[in-house]
């Protein structure tokens, strides 16, 4: 019908303007259509998006300066992590495995968004820590051999607890996400809250065996590499006997870094919540310059870090 349509001068903009049923109906026997077309195109009319209303909500977001926020938003991720969102218990235990993170989620969705969220947790927890303890046996098993009889006596005490508690906490994790994936998925959408709230000592218990259980397989890798090392005797073997125990140090602190500003982003970045905090990217059908690419995206980063600056103040 689109040239029947073009002929009565009839657009999109005219369609859309038109909202009600009746005048659709009109305009569509003037047209020729049948009934059953005419339905079709009332319903895809209504789930058109409002590109006007889309406007106003855009012209409603405050205007932020990006001259003040330039710093902030040329910068990385770890200059807006330790700005804003650094905490001291950062290092030893992450946000996401916290009692705020959960409180949070817990009253930001529903309870049918709240029970796919939890059991996804629960079933990548469970992959992951089977992975870890395969992975822990298999290394145990590396060290006592023929290139480990100069380990002093510490050093094997030391091995022997991080792999036996790598082991027992992994095997304790997977157990308590397989139940908890089972009774999350047998609640239903209205109590799955309460259940979660009733049983947050037990899913502390369980959060508390995997950050242990990341930290001794953390500290196994550490010997295990230290030791082997050792067994080279080159003069430079001796310089990486210290500076591969620092550096792995290092990478695992700038990783619990990048796991807690992941989390936080969410959180206190505002990203949990319906309502947009910055203007959208647009669907650009031509080319789009670096620049503007760059200034609408620093636009995002500016409302997202004026969350952050919100978050902190009220903290500090």
Known sequence: ???????????LKLLLELKEWG??????LAVGMEINEIMRLFVALKKYPDETEEEEFENDLPEISLSSSKSCCGGSWLYIYMSYLMTPLDMLLPFDHRTEFRQKILRAHDGSKIKKIFTQVCELWILTFSLIFNTVAGLWGLIPDETSSNMADTERLCWEISCLLAC????GVVITMCLFSLNISLCSNTNVKSYLVVTTGVWVFAETLLLIATYSTSLSLIILGYVRIREIFLPASYVAQFAV????IMYLVLLIMCINYISYASVHGGLMHEKR???KLKNYRRQISPKSVQIEERAVKAAVIEQFQHYYHLHS
């Open 1 to 11: 019908y689109d040239a029947t349509l073009r002929d009565h001068n009839i657009t």
């Open 277 to 279: 905090i910055a203007k």
């Open 245 to 248: 125990p620092f550096c792995f």
């Open 23 to 28: 005048p659709i109906k009109d305009m569509g």
């Open 168 to 171: 027992a906490t992994s095997f």
